[in-house]
């Protein structure tokens, strides 16, 4: 695929690949797409990359909610294309129709791209309609969502981690508990995304039994609802005192290993050090 490493705001000259004859799909000449992080939501917290990319479209892709997510400023002049949820499969369509309209293109994920984001889906599309030579492709990341709510909590993410989605709208719930149960037994911090939802209400309560039944009732969790956003909510709880009625989509638990505790205030993983150094630490308090 043209483009297929990174170059972060780098523009390539064209090369010969731009010259070769495509049978699966019909069209003009060689676009350029850019798959782009947005962060968790702070302006303050887009990766420069990700700004110049999309001061330098001509067209912006995205859910409608991500792309208000954008400064006003950065859109004014473009054509702007968004959907409400589950629009995916037609968001990407039509920014890979833009790019092969030669018409400088970003598509935009909150977080980062890569994690439960919009880049799997458009390079999976652009191989199925065979215009791995026609698209020019870079994917620039962003701050994940998960980051920025184990910053506010502390440090619960110094230890190996495991990240699940509770959303078994691709993904069956019993494949989703395997995983969840898989996590917990191997004493990874699990990091739980969409554990929540209006129409999906009892999946996080399973979950959380889990917890209780594997680590105990006292492991603390760590709530986090709309990190780095207006409306930001901050708080760690044991586990048997978590409430799923007051979590939403919007929402991200991290839910602490066996040696996970709260310093503080703030929820800590310990690496080890202590363990290994601690007698050879001195410190010296004025």
């Known amino acids: 695929m043209r483009g297929s490493s990174n170059s972060w705001g780098k523009r390539r ?25 947005l962060g968790p939501g702070s302006l303050d917290l887009l990766a420069p990359a990700a700004r110049k990319a999309i001061a330098l479209a001509r067209v912006v892709v995205g859910y409608r909610g991500y792309i208000g997510l954008v400064e006003p400023e ?6 702007v294309f968004s959907t409400g949820m589950r629009g995916e499969v037609e968001r990407c369509h039509k920014a890979i129709e833009k790019a092969l309209q030669g018409l400088d293109t970003v598509i935009v ?10 880049a799997g889906l458009v390079l999976e599309l652009i191989k199925r309609e065979c215009l791995e030579e026609r698209v020019e492709v870079e994917v620039i990341p962003g701050i994940p969502a998960l ?4 910053s506010l909590l502390g440090a619960p993410l110094m230890h190996d981690f495991s990240v699940v989605s509770l959303s078994d ?3 069956p719930w019993d494949l989703i508990l395997k995983r969840i149960k898989a996590a917990l037994k191997a004493d990874f911090v699990l990091v739980i995304y969409n554990p929540r939802s209006r129409k999906r209400r009892w999946q996080l309560e399973a979950v959380l039994r889990e917890v209780e039944m594997i680590r105990g009732s ?10 780095a956003r207006d409306g930001q909510e901050v708080r760690i709880q044991d586990v048997k005192d978590v409430d799923p009625g007051s979590v939403d989509m919007l929402t991200i638990l991290i839910i602490g290993n066996s040696q996970t505790q709260v310093v503080a205030n703030k929820m800590v993983t310990p690496r080890g050090y202590m363990e290994k150094y601690g007698d050879k630490i001195e410190m010296e308090v004025k």
């Open 147 to 150: 980051v920025a709510a184990a």
């Open 169 to 171: 709208l691709l993904t």
């Open 218 to 227: 006292s492991v603390p969790v760590g709530i986090v609802r709309n990190a």
């Open 13 to 37: 000259k064209p090369d010969s690949a731009q010259t070769k004859v495509q049978q699966c799909h019909p069209g003009s000449g060689t676009g350029r797409l850019s798959i782009v992080g």
């Open 109 to 118: 994920s909150g977080g980062d791209p890569g994690i439960y984001g919009m």
């Open 74 to 79: 950065l859109l004014k002049g473009k054509e």
